[in-house]
């Protein structure tokens, strides 16, 4: 089973760029769908984007489409998220996921079955 270690979070400001990674170990990423997903306090963990096995297809939530941009390098075995013009409702802390069992890349939590312990972003404004 694969193991996943998120980084490069921090503290920007309003309008900021910051690029998370997800390093993957203990598989082969390729086989997996790989999402991003997020959880401010006092809230419900929420979906933030989605990417396929092979990179072919992305989904993005309404909140960070045209900010944000997920990819990955199954070489390398990593997954990144590409945030612009950050806002302080992206405030959170940020998960990388993994899915190997379904055919069709999710967007919903409960499909996902490997977990990152979590970065957290900050943006003050």
């Known amino acids: 089973q694969v193991q996943l270690v998120e980084s490069g979070g921090g503290l920007v400001q309003a309008g900021d760029s910051l690029r998370l990674s997800c390093a993957a170990s203990?598989?082969?990423?390729?086989?997996?769908?790989m999402g991003w997903f997020r959880q401010a306090p006092g809230k419900e963990r929420e979906f933030v984007a989605a990417i396929s096995k092979s990179g072919g297809v992305t989904y993005y939530a309404d909140s960070v489409k045209g900010r944000f941009t997920i990819s990955r390098d199954n070489a390398k075995k990593m997954v990144y998220l590409q945030m612009n013009s950050l806002k302080p409702e992206d405030t959170a802390a940020y998960y990388c996921?993994?899915?190997?069992?379904?055919?069709?890349?999710?967007?919903?939590?409960?499909?996902?079955?490997?977990w990152g312990q979590g970065t957290q972003v900050t943006v003050s404004s």
């Open positions: 203990g598989g082969t990423l390729s086989t997996y769908h």
């Open positions: 996921a993994a899915e190997r069992l379904g055919l069709l890349l999710s967007i919903r939590e409960y499909d996902y079955e490997y």
